[in-house]
């Protein structure tokens, strides 16, 4: 119990919120950091994801794949990069964690896609739709709260994951852990734990409250009849198949 | 599924305590034999603490004091300071190699020594009742700053003195606690006027803090003085004419009941013949291509230098 109050003590001492390395500058750090990483995670998983979804085909290849880059060590990856490139700045921690980002993202864009009712789709191409129109106007928004699902869960592990990156001479709140660690400053490491545990409270509050957002209308209603037997469920993943990331 | 989870989970317990019964065995034959030693004061146990190194001298140790009749039992990579400190003081080991600098700190956290005989003296006074070291060896295995060849030449730097004559900003590579010890950035700019940041590496001077100095991302690097890299790449390491960085050598750490003449002397005499250049070329073939292992590497050091 001591151990926390010198945890908060050490957050909210005004000594640590100033400067290049204070709480705010490592905030800001991670937050970009995570950003950077999420968004190479989503430029390489989501075109794929989509066109495994969309086609149906490769699944098995993906779903394997992905779950074999789920088993990579980050940190034993972070240190070989490094190793191997010379190379000591972000770039090495940005591929880890990227790699261990991809399948979240992946398994949520197929998942989300294969979802998806198969009535409406027959309906669009049956009205006139092209493929493109189909998966644009149809699939995607139909998907997109396991879509978002999938990133919320990668965000999640990235936002923790950024830490042991601090092994090399990088920013981020994994300075305040690993720098902590070495002089035995533990309400440093603890208080450095605990603003890394409220960031990533607040971001899957954040994604959490996007999944509900991009429900399309058109579906919310037609839950509000679904559901007038009792069994009001949250709105968006009333069919969550077998694979998808929690959401 | 109930049951054989059950049943599962009744092997693993089984497996637990089959262990737990084998390394009470090992603990109690050691305090066994120890006991039973205490009649005749040839017989040592000598231990080592969980890294290549130690594991070499203890060989070195032990081979030495067998080949002139001692009895010799084994105890390799025992872990860290306090824990092989620990058997030292329950007798489950009597001797063990040491390193003098972090060896006071241990046991005397306010001592200030920072130089070879200051710090043994300080041994002298710290160790608990029961023990002692022996003579030290001129070997040392120490932090120290090192530079790239390239940079030495063109700012004409051996020594830690001569920093204050580089005009562009120093940074160094070594691991985080370098920013807060004495030895580290505050030591710099006290003792010898230099302003340098911190890069923090935590390897512990290891290939990514090589890698760092290699490639320019550092100016300065904190690189134990025996680590083979240092010569490989034509690192220089700067001299520290003020003491900056604590002194470091190796030293056997005995249980003074065990400490014969005969085992004394033979300990002495191994100390007086090694040489941190010694230990540079053993790690060499401890991590290099080869791997040698640590009995073997020991055996050849035996061989060059015959103790009788």
């Known amino acids: 119990m001591t151990d926390i109050l010198a945890a908060f003590g050490w957050i909210f001492d005004p000594v640590n919120w100033a400067g290049a390395s204070g709480i705010p500058t490592r905030i800001g750090e991670h937050i970009l950091y995570s950003l950077l990483t999420l968004l190479l995670a989503c430029a390489i998983a989501l075109p794929i994801g989509f066109a495994i979804g969309h086609s149906g085909r490769f699944r098995g290849l993906a779903v394997g794949l992905s779950g074999a880059l789920r088993a990579l060590p980050t940190l034993g990856l972070v240190v070989y990069l490094a190793l191997i490139t010379t190379n000591l700045s972000i770039g090495p921690p940005l591929i880890a964690l990227t790699i261990l980002a991809i399948p979240p993202v992946l398994a949520g864009a197929y998942s989300g896609l294969e979802s998806v009712d198969r009535a409406p789709i027959d309906a669009a191409r049956a009205i006139g739709m092209t493929g493109w129109q189909v998966f644009t106007k149809v699939e995607l928004p139909l998907a997109l709260p396991l879509v978002i699902g999938g990133i919320r869960s990668g965000a999640l592990q990235v936002i923790a994951t950024w830490t042991v990156a601090a092994i090399l001479p990088v920013g981020g709140l994994g300075r305040f852990l690993i720098d902590g660690i070495a002089i035995q400053n533990y309400p440093e490491m603890l208080g450095g734990s605990i603003i890394v545990i409220v960031l990533a409270l607040v971001s899957d509050g954040l994604f959490a409250l996007a999944q509900k957002l991009v429900v399309p209308r058109g579906v919310t209603a037609g839950r509000v009849r679904d559901t007038t037997e009792g069994e009001a469920r949250h709105s968006g993943r009333a069919s969550a198949p077998e694979g998808a990331p929690t959401t | ?308």
């Open chain 2, 1 to 308: 599924m109930f049951a054989s989870k059950k049943s599962r989970l009744a092997a693993g317990v089984l497996a637990a305590g089959a262990l737990l019964a084998l390394s009470a065995c090992s603990s109690g034959g050691g305090a066994f034999s120890t006991s039973s030693a205490s009649s005749s004061s040839d017989s040592v146990t000598v231990g080592s603490a969980a890294f290549g190194e130690s594991e070499i001298l203890m060989q070195i140790y032990g081979q030495a004091l067998a080949a002139n009749g001692v009895k010799v039992d084994y105890k390799p990579s025992i872990g860290q300071r306090d824990v092989y400190l620990k058997a030292l003081q329950d007798a489950s080991i009597d001797l063990i190699p040491e390193y003098t600098g972090n060896l006071l700190q241990f046991y005397d956290k306010n001592s200030t020594a920072t130089s070879s005989d200051d710090v043994y003296a300080g041994l002298g006074t710290a160790l608990p009742k029961g023990y002692e070291v022996l003579d030290q060896s001129q070997a040392q295995d120490a932090d120290s700053y090192n530079v790239t060849k390239a940079f030495s030449e063109k700012w004409k730097v051996t020594s830690l003195d001569d920093l204050k004559k580089v005009t562009e900003p120093l940074t160094v590579g070594a691991n985080p606690e370098f920013q807060t010890r004495p030895y580290g950035i505050p030591g710099l700019k006290s003792a010898y006027g230099v302003t340098a940041t911190l890069k923090p590496i935590s390897d512990s001077g290891g290939p990514l803090t090589v890698a760092a100095l290699k490639n320019g991302d550092v100016q300065l690097a904190d690189i134990y003085t025996t680590t083979p890299a240092i010569k490989d790449n034509d690192f220089v390491t700067l001299k520290d004419p003020k003491n900056l960085i604590a002194a470091q050598n190796i030293v056997p750490l005995i249980n003074t009941s065990k400490a014969s003449a005969k085992v004394k002397d033979i300990l002495n005499k191994v100390s007086k013949e090694l040489t941190t250049t010694d230990l540079i070329d053993m790690n060499g073939e401890n991590q290099g291509a080869s791997k040698t292992q640590p009995d073997a590497v020991a055996k050849k050091w035996l061989q060059d230098h015959p103790i009788k």
